[in-house]
């Protein structure tokens, strides 16, 4: 299970400036990681690039033994005619309706599962859309900015249970948020602009799994690291 | 509403006839030129009735052509808004036919079709079909991202859901374009019955065409409006219910 | 010379039709110059189905126009101000065609048991059920079968009779049965006594009282301009006039228009173009009265002020 | 592109005359019913050119309908939009305008317009100024609250900035609408042309109906659809360009 | 310069739940606050009733002596046919367009001035929204979520700048990161949910300007205290 980009160069039709320039990286093994940057470094077009929606880029992405790649972000939204029962149910393979009923709990969803999307709040509509995801078979998400408009009380469950409940899958976790990328990351990506050389840099995060507890100082070097290198 | 949708129509129909009057007054003009009140008056009370029925025989074939063509136009919406080729075609193919004037095509429809109710209905619907065609395409052939980005990355998506998700989402420009275009059918209808001149009120107006009758012109566009106006009041009505009941935002 | 420094005088002149054989003198008058020897510069307007002369000369739009004779007492009985100075046709266009091997009709009642077209509302409608009334013919013993723009249901025999113009469209229709390897024959209503007069030129009581003589100076220079193009040694330039004006219609079809229309419009040789025959109107008058066309009697005979004998 | 459309509409075409054919020889009905190919044929020789200027010159007044139609559903259509009692008037008053046949309306016209260009513009215009009208009322009518909150709260925003906004975020919708009204428009020409007989091709065919000659129809609708399908083409690109030009999504 | 908020009950139309029980508070004084409180809690009905947009709901909200209320979301989009530069100018009245270009340089925005709103990523769209309501006329700015997709770096540099260039507004800021209510905010707002009376406490925060440094100590007590109200 390994994710490898490889001398990624890209520009955006009609746009001047560079958004890669021979940019390579890789992710090994399964796990919470992240992938981090200022804003309007590449994030959200590195994600696109990796689940298949660019493709008119110059180098490789490898996803060996990933056959199921998602990319989810903070603006979808489910389809207006279904509550958000509904829809959660009619989307889940039936083997994994227990799993549901076990996100919907944690990501403290029951008060909005007999809403329509439009109704929710946006932390709420982050989550409900989150959920929806997780219940779908996949190797590798991407979830670009998916929590980021929940609170962090809620965020820190939310993503203590999906590493409990996925040990064996690959995530990539876009968010602004340092510490707790520090905190619960196994691998950071840090990107960084494009005449920085290289373009990203792997660092290591805590890999908070909410039982061992972390050694403050710890978490506050790879923090420093992690604004370093950004 | 009904009221409102109701007396705005009597209000804009009597400012066209007391236009009409403005000329006829003004230039002194005869009776057969433009017919004066006793005129009207008596074609009033003399084809009251037989008009109304000729109205509502038009206004129910005007609601199965109505019908007809939101099923024909949702159909052609539906496999026009693919962009592969046979999409295109039969996009073609409907603009196409759209641009042959009834008047030309009638007399083949006529000859495949004979002349009974399903010719009738046949140029109804393409005369308001099409309107609901252009409508439907660029709404179901305008991806809703943000929806259909978790069903195409789950492999989840099909046609169905595509064109569920797209009408769905543009819920209120359909009801105004089916709603509008239900005077379409009407005038549908009426051509219809005008060119094939066997019932309704489009064969009643031929008739008084061919008299030069303007009265009898008049007392049916009335009748025309009236109706006309009632049918949109109840699709309006239909169209908020739907709405109510599918909490469409 | 003095008489060219004259400017002319303007007059609109309204057609009953599309510019086809049924207007060929009109063209005449307008090509030969015969107007502007009177005078007159003369905008010949076509007609059409939505056009009405009798409307137009009211709102002045027009000075002079073609109406058939019971659109002149319809607008009369609704109080329109007009006169009729020249009757054009003497018998009324306006057949029927049949297939004389499917129906052969010899007397009047052996249209029972047929299937008639008729356009309701129109004058055919009126001269077919004023037929049926003079031989006593009920409804019932008929089937009235409403036509259109085309001609399937006669084709197709649905219909047995089919009305159509005598000069303008029976060359037409009649080619492609015989082309089709069938017989056709053409039943006139005025053979049957049902005279219901067809087009005639109108102009307007004021226009008739304040500018007689414009109306004169017209009416001969119109009358002429018939004459000529209906007169056998003219038939060429005839011809060539239409197909000037008509692109559409082939030479050999116009052909056999021209000399359809010479006997509608000119009985004998020695007839004078134009006249206006009383009796006909009159007789007009009263299948219209007799149908509730139109409510109580306008005199008709009051309205025709004839100009062609002066 | 151009090559397409043409092409597509060569295969209707054909196919629909096929149809035709098929008919005819399978019944076995008489040339007089459906003409046979040497009669189409010789048709074709002896009118192609004079039907091609019939058809350009009612092409060109479909386009300066068109573009009157435009304008006036846009006039019609920001009027319209507002939920004040005059913009639901305007709209019933466009609505009940388009209930009425032209066939009905027609001698109204004539009366008041008299048989210029004007009256033939008017009535394209009527014809396809409704579907457009219905598109961009619906178009119009429905807030884009995310761009149009900043406006609203900075008292910003005026019906032109409001339509302007709604405009653009609808402009793939709009387009399809404007292409596709180009055939009504064309449509509406020739009617107009047929009733009025004056000129162009509504002309010719009213004279081809009045001498029952089906071949020369076919030759019209022949020409019709090949002239429309290059305007369409044109407005195809013109909508590309205009796009690529304001750089819209 | 005040804002209050009295015996406020709410329920959406159509919706059975309860957002607001009898909520009263109040924020006195010009200054950058913070509305904080846990995902579907009711910020952002809150702050459409503040700024007008809901109107049906029981109670009175006072804004006393302060006639321009702005609000401002992070799902805010800007007109398509404008560049952001052509935008920004166009909406900035003149005298401020000195302002304006301040502003575009600390918020990093140089880079999008050419580009079409949907042309920039995240981070830079929701920059640029909040860039164009600072320079309209307000006397109190509601920002819900607007800096949330902005990585932190930017969004600290941004709210001291905001800070320092408008002492004499009133500002309230919808956020989730505890650190940065507690670290930036003047007076922060906890709504909680409807059950818990009072619905809404008041705290006091660090009020950071980027001079005076802050004790270690003094913050963490007030994230402590924010989190225990929440
Ligand atoms: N459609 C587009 N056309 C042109 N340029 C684009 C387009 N989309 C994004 N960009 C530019 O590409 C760069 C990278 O954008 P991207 O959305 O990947 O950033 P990001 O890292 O996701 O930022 P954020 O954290 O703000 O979401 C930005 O500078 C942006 O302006
Ligand atoms: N249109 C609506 N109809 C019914 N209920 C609604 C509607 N909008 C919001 N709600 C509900 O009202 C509550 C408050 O929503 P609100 O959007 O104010 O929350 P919030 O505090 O802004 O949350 P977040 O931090 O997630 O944005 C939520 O429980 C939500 O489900
Ligand atoms: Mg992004
Ligand atoms: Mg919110």
Redesign the pocket.
């Known amino acids: 299970m390994q994710l490898e980009l490889k001398d990624i160069n890209y520009t955006y039709p009609g746009s001047a400036r560079n958004v890669f320039r021979q940019l390579s990286c890789q992710v090994t093994a399964p796990g919470f990681h992240a992938l981090f940057g200022p804003s309007g470094v590449g994030k959200t077009t590195l994600a696109k690039m990796i689940s298949g929606s660019i493709t008119a880029f110059s180098g490789a992405v490898r996803t060996d033994q990933m056959t199921h790649v998602l990319y989810t972000y903070n603006l979808e939204r489910l389809p207006g005619w279904h509550s958000v029962q509904d829809h959660l149910t009619q989307i889940t393979p039936p083997p994994k309706h227990s799993r549901m009923e076990e996100l919907v709990d944690s990501f403290g969803l029951e ?2 599962l007999n ?1 329509r999307f ?7 509509q ?1 989550r409900t859309n989150l959920t929806r995801y997780l219940l779908q078979d996949f190797d590798l998400l991407i979830m670009d900015e998916s929590l980021a ?3 962090e009380i809620t965020k820190e469950k939310i993503i203590l249970k999906i590493k409990a409940l996925y040990p064996d899958r690959c995530f990539l976790y876009i968010s602004h948020n340092v510490v707790e990328v520090a905190k619960f990351c196994k691998q950071i990506l840090v990107l960084r602009s494009y005449h920085k050389n290289p373009q990203a840099v792997s660092l290591q995060g805590q890999d908070f799994n909410g039982r061992q507890p972390i050694a403050e100082k710890d978490l506050e070097q790879c923090m420093l690291e992690i604004v370093n290198a950004a | 509403m009904l009221h409102r949708r109701i007396y705005q129509f009597l209000m804009i129909y009597f400012i066209g006839f007391a236009g009409l009057m403005l000329v006829k007054y003004s230039l002194n003009l005869s009776d057969y030129v433009i017919p004066g009140f006793s005129e009207i008056g008596m074609a009033c009370r003399r084809y009251f009735w037989l008009y109304l029925l000729a109205v509502l025989n038009t206004l129910a074939v005007a609601i199965l052509g109505h019908l007809l063509s939101i099923c024909m136009a949702t159909l052609v919406g539906i496999i026009g808004r693919l962009t592969i080729w046979i999409g295109s075609f039969i996009r073609v193919a409907a603009y196409n036919i759209q641009a042959y004037p009834i008047v030309a095509v009638a007399p083949i429809i006529f000859i495949l079709l004979g002349d009974g109710l399903s010719s009738r209905l046949l140029i109804a619907a393409m005369i308001c079909y099409f309107p609901l065609l252009l409508s439907i395409i660029g709404i179901l052939s305008e991806p809703v991202a943000e929806i259909e980005h978790f069903f195409e990355s789950t492999r989840r998506m099909n046609w169905q859901l595509q064109v569920k998700i797209r009408a769905f989402e543009n819920m209120h420009k359909l009801m105004t374009v089916i709603v509008g275009s239900a005077t379409l059918a009407m005038v549908g209808t009426i051509v219809a019955e005008f060119i094939a001149a066997n019932a309704g009120i489009g064969y009643s107006i031929r008739i008084a065409l061919y008299q030069s009758d303007l009265a009898k012109i008049l007392v049916a566009l009335f009748l025309i409006g009236i109706c006309t106006s009632i049918y949109l009041v109840f699709l309006e009505w239909l169209g908020m219910e739907i709405k109510k009941r599918i909490g469409s935002v | 010379t003095p008489e060219a420094e004259k400017p002319l005088e303007e007059v609109s002149y309204r057609l009953k039709w599309l510019y086809n054989i049924s207007v060929v003198g009109d063209l005449y008058a307008l090509d030969s110059g015969l107007f502007k020897k009177q005078g007159l510069a003369v905008n010949v307007k076509p007609g059409g189905p939505e056009k009405d002369a009798i409307k137009e000369l009211e709102l002045g739009h027009a000075q002079f126009g073609v109406a058939s004779a019971d659109q002149v007492i319809r607008a009369v009985s609704k109080g329109s101000p007009i006169v009729v100075i020249a009757q054009l046709f003497q018998t009324n266009p306006l057949h029927w065609i049949y297939r004389p091997d499917k129906i052969p009709l010899k007397t009047p009642q052996d249209l029972k048991g047929k299937t008639i077209g008729i356009t309701h509302g129109g004058n055919d409608e009126t001269i077919m059920r004023a037929l049926l009334a003079k031989y006593g013919i009920q409804e019932n013993e008929v089937t009235l079968f409403s036509v259109r723009y085309d001609y399937t249901p006669f084709y197709q025999g649905k219909v047995d009779l089919w009305p159509l113009y005598r000069n303008a469209q029976a060359p037409i229709i009649g080619a492609k049965l015989i082309k089709a390897g069938e017989r056709f024959d053409l039943m006139d209503p005025s053979k049957m006594g049902i005279r219901f007069v067809a087009n005639s030129v109108v102009t307007t009581r004021k226009m008739l009282e304040d500018r007689r003589e414009t109306v004169q100076r017209f009416i001969k220079a119109l009358l002429e301009g018939w004459r000529e193009a209906l007169d056998p040694a003219n038939t060429e330039k005839a011809i060539a006039l239409l197909l000037k004006y008509n692109k559409e219609t082939p030479e050999d079809i116009v052909r056999q228009q021209l000399p359809a229309t010479r006997i509608l419009m000119m009985p004998s040789a020695k007839f004078r173009f134009g006249a206006i025959d009383v009796a006909a109107w009159q007789q007009t008058e009263e299948i219209m009265l007799a149908q509730k066309l139109i409510p109580v009697s306008v005199y008709v005979e009051k309205l025709l002020k004839p100009m062609n004998n002066k």
Chains 1, 5 share one sequence.
Request: charged fraction near 5%; glycine fraction near 8%.
């Open positions: 008060p909005c809403s439009a109704q929710l709040s946006l932390g709420q982050n408009n929940v609170d």
